[in-house]
Structures are given as structure tokens and as C-alpha cells.
């Protein structure tokens, strides 16, 4: 049996977890359905809610464990199981290949230049699978070791993948807005790598968060703010609950002033619905990236950052 991939003219949506409605309302009808993991047929187009996208996805038919793993081996190093049936079979497949670290990162680090593909049985003798992927990580899952006693809230997570997912970071030094920021999850982050702070809330910082170097605290409705009342920032961060079309009309502001250079943002959902011609108008602005982080609930992260064009 011939173990030569077979290249497919579709590309494989790995659903975010618990927004598989929301994907499908982004595509097309599947070809097929493999657990969360939907193959769509024509090249890969705009989806938001996914944790994965398998952009060049190939079947292969293989006689035996060893004949699968040899040949994924012989395309590239890192290959993540994704097990929608015959489960045993497909990690014996996995333990066959090099091992990938399920360890926790330590903030901060540059994602993986490395190419992670993904893969998964369909029968016994028949795999789908994909070398190029759209997430770094396995099934565009990772977890960073967390500090427990720092941070006032577990939000600072998002905004660490997003730094990551950007490819850049504020310096010591740099100055930067952060909207919302009660009780202060970003801004503790944020201080954490030297930056000068400026948080604005109407609700108050965690008393442990307001007190650490180069933080400064204002409160005040930040959406009611002009760009010339702060003054020049090398960040804006805004983890802001309002409706998605505010927090555009913001950013716009903020962009059109010419006053800040990097932005990362949250765009929160209300209700169960997700607004998404907002979306596409976030996905518009030239340069920019949303996504659904791992770390996200039901959010995007919409970012504006240079150094994501190199």
C-alpha cells in the first residue's frame, strides 16, 4: 500500500472549544465532520472561532503503525494526535513519532518557529492530517506555568498569549494604556515586564497591583477618554466588557490620532450571540489580526502590532 500523501482541495477547522455553532455559522457546509475538526472544501478562508486550522490537509493510507509514523516523520519533526475515533491506534501512532513537551511555558518566551502539524485516523488504515497548521502549538493547546500570588485574576493569561501570539512585548519603560484594567490582571502583567502603566477603570486596582513601580492608576470611564487626555503610548490594551461596536469606535479614534503604535484588545461577546459584522470590521483594519486565544472564553483578541508584518 502506497503511503505517498494524497493533498485535498479543502482545508480542516479545529472548533474552539465549546464554539462549534459559531464556526458553523462561518462556513460552508462540511465535507466531512471528525469530532470538532470540520473539512471544508476550497482553500483556507477567514474563520474565527477556531483553536486550529489545518491549511493543507492530505489523507495517507498506511499498512501498519510503523509505516504511518515513518512517514509523517519523513515530512517534518512535530505532529500532534487529534483522536475522533480508534483512539489506541492513534497514539500508538503519536508515541511512535518524536515526543512533543506538554510541559508549562514560563512568561516571557517566543512561540515556536518550528512547524506543528496535526493528524487523525478516519479507518483503520486511513489518516488525515495536515503539516501545515495555523496554531504553533499541539491542537493550539498550551498552558503557561502561573503565578498563584501575584496577579489579581487569572486574565493576565490572555494577555500573555496574545504578547506571545504577536511576536512582540512592551520594553522597560514603554508606556502604555490599559482599559478596564480592574482589579488589574493586565496591568500587574504588564509592570511585570517594566512598563510604565497607565490604568484607567471606574472600579478601583487591587491594592497590591496600584502600588507596583511605574503603575498609574485613573479613574474614570476610559471609552470617554481623547487620546490627547493621555497623551502618546506605545501600548493600548483594553480588556474592557462593553459591546463590541464601542470598543471599535474607540480603537478607530485611537488609530486615526496617530497616539499609540501597538494595540491589543479583547472584542467580549454579549448574550450567546457573537456580532460579527464588528468582527469583520476589526479583521478589515489593514495589518491587524483577530483570533480566539486558548485562553479566551467567549472573546476574540483583536491585535495591532508592526512587528507581526515582518
Same mark, same amino acid.
Given at each position: 500500500?502506497?503511503?505517498?500523501?494524497?493533498?485535498?482541495?479543502?482545508?480542516?477547522?479545529?472548533?474552539?472549544?465549546?464554539?462549534?455553532?459559531?464556526?458553523?455559522?462561518?462556513?460552508?457546509? @462540511?465535507?466531512?465532520?471528525?469530532?470538532?475538526?470540520?473539512?471544508?472544501?476550497? @482553500?483556507?478562508?477567514?474563520?474565527?472561532?477556531?483553536?486550529?486550522?489545518?491549511?493543507?490537509?492530505?489523507?495517507?493510507?498506511?499498512?501498519?503503525?510503523?509505516? +504511518?509514523?515513518?512517514?509523517?516523520?519523513?515530512?517534518?519533526?512535530?505532529?500532534?494526535?487529534?483522536?475522533?475515533?480508534?483512539?489506541?491506534? /492513534? /497514539?500508538?501512532?503519536?508515541?511512535?513519532?518524536?515526543?512533543?513537551?506538554?510541559?508549562?511555558?514560563?512568561?516571557?518566551?517566543?512561540?515556536?518557529?518550528?512547524?506543528?502539524?496535526?493528524?487523525?485516523?478516519?479507518?483503520?488504515?486511513?489518516?488525515?492530517?495536515?503539516?501545515?497548521?495555523?496554531?504553533?502549538?499541539?491542537?493550539?493547546?498550551? +498552558?503557561?506555568?502561573?503565578?498563584?500570588?501575584?496577579?489579581?485574576?487569572?486574565?493576565?493569561?490572555?494577555?500573555?498569549?496574545?504578547?506571545?501570539?504577536?511576536?512582540?512585548?512592551?520594553?522597560?519603560?514603554?508606556?502604555?494604556?490599559?482599559?478596564?484594567?480592574? @482589579?488589574?490582571?493586565?496591568?500587574? +502583567?504588564? +509592570?511585570?515586564?517594566?512598563?510604565?502603566?497607565?490604568?484607567?477603570?471606574?472600579?478601583?486596582?487591587?491594592?497590591?497591583?496600584?502600588?507596583?513601580?511605574?503603575?498609574?492608576?485613573?479613574?474614570?470611564?476610559?471609552?470617554?477618554?481623547?487620546?490627547?487626555?493621555?497623551?502618546?503610548?506605545?501600548?493600548?490594551?483594553?480588556?474592557?466588557?462593553?459591546?463590541? @461596536?464601542?470598543?471599535?469606535?474607540?480603537?478607530?479614534?485611537?488609530? %486615526?490620532?496617530?497616539?499609540?503604535?501597538?494595540?491589543?484588545?479583547?472584542?467580549?461577546?454579549?448574550?450567546? %450571540?457573537?456580532?460579527?459584522?464588528?468582527?469583520?470590521?476589526?479583521?478589515?483594519?489593514?495589518?491587524?489580526?483577530?483570533?480566539?486565544?486558548?485562553?479566551?472564553?467567549?472573546?476574540?483578541?483583536?491585535?495591532?502590532?508592526?512587528?507581526?508584518?515582518?
Amino acid at each position: 500500500m502506497s503511503t505517498d500523501p494524497r493533498f485535498l482541495d479543502a482545508a480542516c477547522y479545529h472548533a474552539a472549544p465549546g464554539f462549534m455553532q459559531h464556526l458553523e455559522g462561518e462556513l460552508p457546509a @462540511p465535507y466531512r465532520r471528525d469530532g470538532d475538526l470540520l473539512t471544508v472544501m476550497g @482553500p483556507a478562508r477567514a474563520a474565527y472561532w477556531t483553536r486550529n486550522v489545518w491549511i493543507r490537509p492530505f489523507t495517507l493510507e498506511f499498512d501498519s503503525i510503523s509505516d +504511518a509514523a515513518r512517514a509523517l516523520r519523513g515530512m517534518q519533526r512535530n505532529w500532534a494526535p487529534y483522536p475522533t475515533r480508534l483512539a489506541r491506534r /492513534t /497514539t500508538l501512532i503519536a508515541e511512535a513519532l518524536p515526543p512533543l513537551s506538554g510541559k508549562p511555558r514560563s512568561f516571557p518566551f517566543d512561540a515556536p518557529s518550528a512547524p506543528m502539524g496535526a493528524f487523525t485516523l478516519l479507518d483503520e488504515r486511513t489518516m488525515l492530517a495536515s503539516a501545515a497548521c495555523s496554531s504553533p502549538w499541539p491542537n493550539g493547546e498550551f +498552558a503557561f506555568v502561573e503565578d498563584k500570588e501575584g496577579p489579581p485574576s487569572r486574565a493576565y493569561r490572555k494577555l500573555w498569549e496574545a504578547l506571545v501570539m504577536a511576536g512582540s512585548r512592551p520594553s522597560p519603560g514603554q508606556r502604555c494604556l490599559d482599559a478596564g484594567a480592574s @482589579p488589574g490582571g493586565w496591568t500587574w +502583567a504588564l +509592570a511585570g515586564l517594566g512598563a510604565e502603566v497607565v490604568a484607567v477603570d471606574r472600579a478601583p486596582l487591587d491594592d497590591s497591583v496600584a502600588k507596583l513601580p511605574g503603575v498609574t492608576f485613573l479613574k474614570h470611564n476610559a471609552f470617554t477618554l481623547k487620546p490627547g487626555d493621555i497623551g502618546p503610548v506605545d501600548w493600548l490594551f483594553s480588556d474592557v466588557i462593553c459591546y463590541p @461596536p464601542a470598543l471599535f469606535d474607540w480603537v478607530t479614534m485611537w488609530i %486615526e490620532s496617530g497616539m499609540a503604535r501597538n494595540f491589543i484588545c479583547t472584542v467580549k461577546m454579549q448574550g450567546k %450571540e457573537w456580532d460579527r459584522p464588528t468582527v469583520e470590521h476589526f479583521a478589515s483594519i489593514r495589518g491587524s489580526r483577530i483570533l480566539h486565544l486558548w485562553h479566551n472564553k467567549h472573546e476574540l483578541t483583536w491585535m495591532l502590532v508592526p512587528a507581526m508584518e515582518g
